[in-house]
């Protein structure tokens, strides 16, 4: 079976919920350091242009966006379970919630609270991903004080999640929410415990995000970038499995572009080689690494023919 490399960084939080998704499962895998902020020349022949961290490679098929990535994991490695059958729907849900309600305020409360430990660039590589001119001290400013009381708001909801002797968010046992939930937690305090009164009044999260540390992140050993390329390009990807389109997508083998429907929208060109109700994969060439599929998740990502 081919490895699994995965492209990360070590603050970036989506990257620890693939990591702690491997640890949970316990599995070796490949650590590929990427940059934190374009460009990413390493990457770019991997995935066509999507530059969002992490991204998962098994010889010459590409993983986008952590909720395919940990799908993906689970269709490998299906025990431990991160998707039980009686809890998946509900895990799905609060990730859907995390990620979009929660986090999003808790990044901006915590990168305008330390960006002395952040890169200098930072901010203005994020802005360009969602549009936005580079941002300047006092805007940064204002940003956080904004979204210092929805981070507030949201934490007491988390500390009743675990009332009554529940030992994990979703029920009673790990699922792909608490891994949502705990690393935009974790990212109050990946860089530095500047932050870390604002989680000191809640016990419960204490104890579980103890738990979910607990994890590990299974057994990493370093690759260089390099070594990855040349893991793709001598590669073949693997054959799709038997697609289930809906009666409006574009057909199997059309030429068709995708991006996401949010932020980071650089979009990725390819010919449509599977699709389903979660997935959708493109078959594409590069000069460096030849044949590769990049695998995307169906929500959240915008697809289209190429006219």
């Known amino acids: 079976m081919a490895e699994l490399i995965l492209h990360h960084y070590d603050f970036s939080n989506y990257s620890e919920k693939v990591r702690l998704a491997l640890g949970y499962k316990g599995l070796a895998w490949r650590s590929v350091i990427i940059p934190p902020v374009a460009p990413k020349p390493d990457l770019t022949p991997l995935t066509g242009g999507y530059r969002r961290t992490p991204v998962l490679q098994v010889g010459a098929d590409i993983y986008c966006d952590t909720s395919l990535i940990v799908r993906e994991l689970e269709r490998r490695h299906p025990a431990p379970s991160l998707y039980p059958p009686d809890g998946a729907a509900l895990a ?109 009044p809640y016990p419960r999260i204490a104890a579980w995000m103890a738990r979910v540390h607990g994890f590990g992140h299974g057994a990493p050993t370093p690759m260089t970038a390099p070594d990855a390329l040349r893991v793709a390009a001598a590669a073949v990807p693997e054959a799709p499995r038997p697609a289930q389109p809906f009666a409006e997508d574009p057909p199997l083998g059309s030429a068709v572009r995708i991006r996401a429907d949010d932020y980071g929208r650089d979009p990725v060109e390819g010919e449509l080689h599977f699709i389903d109700d979660r997935e959708i994969a493109l078959q594409r060439h590069d000069a460096q690494v030849g044949d590769v599929v990049v695998h995307f998740p169906r929500l959240g990502y915008d697809l289209r023919p190429v006219r």
């Open 92 to 200: 799905d849900a609060i990730t859907y919630w995390a990620e979009n309600r929660l986090f999003r305020p808790m990044s901006l409360y915590v990168s305008g609270s330390n960006m002395d430990q952040l890169p200098a660039n930072l901010q203005s590589d994020r802005a360009l991903m969602r549009g936005l001119p580079p941002p300047d001290a006092e805007t940064m400013r204002r940003v956080t004080a904004r979204n210092a009381p929805l981070v507030r708001a949201q934490l007491p909801r988390i500390e009743a999640m675990l009332a009554g002797g529940r030992t994990w968010i979703a029920g009673p046992a790990p699922t792909v929410a608490d891994l949502a939930v705990y690393h935009a937690l974790w990212f109050m305090t990946a860089r530095t415990t500047r932050l870390a009164h604002e989680l000191a």
